[in-house]
């Protein structure tokens, strides 16, 4: 039985200028561009192997140990795609085997919470297509495989790339134009770094798409911040990166989230994404920039409660120390064991409950886009381990 068999890691991306609206919902094209950062696949990542073999008759998806079978059109969408790719480079060379007409095999796993709000589908769909592109030897660039990721999960193309990260809305009906592109690379900013605060490892209520179907539908608010308030911020924050002036980028970064969730309020019925918790978060951040007289951190959350607080590397001991101080009682803090000792006790006072609300901490940094690995969740019958 000869079975091909390739596998990769890909990492989750948080955007940092929201995503939220399509001009064509079957396609995934966005009523706006958005900027991510990609974050360490250490602490958040996908791992998907995919096999192939004449033998397999059918197309079959395994996630987190569970049969989940090739249900969703988006998924078919992707596979259709990246098959019929692998046909074009068949047809120039007879020579190959024809991996196209056989059925794939699809094992994925997360090291975190699934649809908890961690932007699991983004590193998902970057995960599966990059394994199958490996899979099939395909030659397209990322940005040329960002847009079949963009059709399984919109923010799934801008996982592609490491480090920050732009999806370009594009304006061609049939999305041709509509990809991720690379605004800067890790190394051009690595002190960044990233807490995130799981609020709710629950599933959340309103699903992204749902949401954004009932916003664009209803809201007067969203056409004047997709017309007006991003285009103008997607420059800027783009600007902001490309100089490293966190002030800046921390800035837009806090406004484009309140502006996001601002226009989920304005829909109807309204959209709650955030709870109590998320909301002290929120005050605690402005509370510490205040005392600092300059932004040293910058809050985002994406559509569910979990904060994800963005700062830079010489301001760790303050930023961790206050979150520290009131959430030190949450799993998660073993990373920086060592590090605990430095951090600068704050005497903002804050709600002392407040840790109650939170299940855990994940501390991270960026990272690159997808890799290559020998590690394997298939067996050697093509089937999960």
């Not at 796993?109 to 590193?123: C, H």
């Not at 899979?135 to 920050?164: D, H, N, V, W």
């Not at 004047?224 to 911020?233: A, F, L, N, S, T």
Request: charged residues 25%; hydrophobic residues 35%; proline residues 5%.
């Amino acid at each position: 039985m000869s079975i091909f068999t390739a596998s990769a890691t890909a990492p989750v991306n948080i955007a940092t200028l929201k995503y939220w609206g399509k001009r064509d919902k079957t396609l995934n094209l966005p009523t706006n561009s958005s900027i991510s950062v990609t974050l360490d696949q250490n602490d958040l990542r996908t791992l998907t192997s995919a096999a192939t073999s004449p033998d397999f008759k059918s197309d079959n998806l395994w996630l987190n140990g569970k049969e989940e079978g090739i249900k969703g059109e988006r998924t078919i969408a992707c596979l259709r795609d990246l098959k019929k790719l692998r046909k074009e480079l068949e047809d120039q060379n007879p020579s190959l085997p024809k991996l196209s007409e056989w059925g794939l095999h699809i094992v994925s796993e997360n090291n975190f919470p699934t649809a908890a709000g961690l932007a699991s589908s983004a590193a998902g769909f970057a995960a599966l297509v990059s394994a199958i592109a490996k899979l099939y030897e395909l030659p397209q660039s990322m940005s040329e495989i960002s847009k079949i990721a963009r059709k399984g999960s919109g923010s799934a193309c801008r996982s592609l790339f490491g480090g920050y990260v732009a999806w370009e809305m594009g304006d061609k009906e049939d999305g041709s134009d509509s990809k991720a592109v690379e605004v800067a690379p890790v190394d051009h900013w690595p002190s960044m770094k990233a807490a995130i605060l799981v609020v709710s490892d629950d599933k959340k209520d309103t699903p992204s798409t749902t949401g954004m179907q009932s916003t664009v539908a209803t809201s007067d608010l969203f056409q004047y911040r997709i017309k007006e308030v991003v285009p103008k911020r997607f420059e800027d924050m783009k600007k902001a990166i490309q100089d490293r002036d966190f002030e800046v980028f921390g800035d837009l970064t806090m406004k484009d989230s309140n502006s996001f969730h601002a226009v989920c309020l304005d829909s109807v019925p309204p959209i709650f994404y955030l709870n109590d918790t998320s909301k002290k978060i929120i005050k605690l951040i402005h509370k510490l920039n205040e005392q600092e007289g300059k932004i040293v951190a910058a809050y985002t959350f994406d559509a569910g409660p979990n904060a994800v607080v963005y700062y830079e590397e010489q301001n760790e001991n303050k930023v961790l120390g206050l979150i520290h101080k009131y959430f030190s009682k949450v799993p998660g803090w073993e990373k920086v064991t060592e590090k605990k000792s430095q951090f600068i006790d704050s005497n903002i006072e804050f709600d002392t409950d407040a840790y109650k609300g939170v299940s855990r901490i994940i501390l991270t940094g960026i990272g690159p886009g997808p890799q290559s690995t020998d590690q394997s969740l298939v067996n050697d019958k093509g089937l999960p381990k």
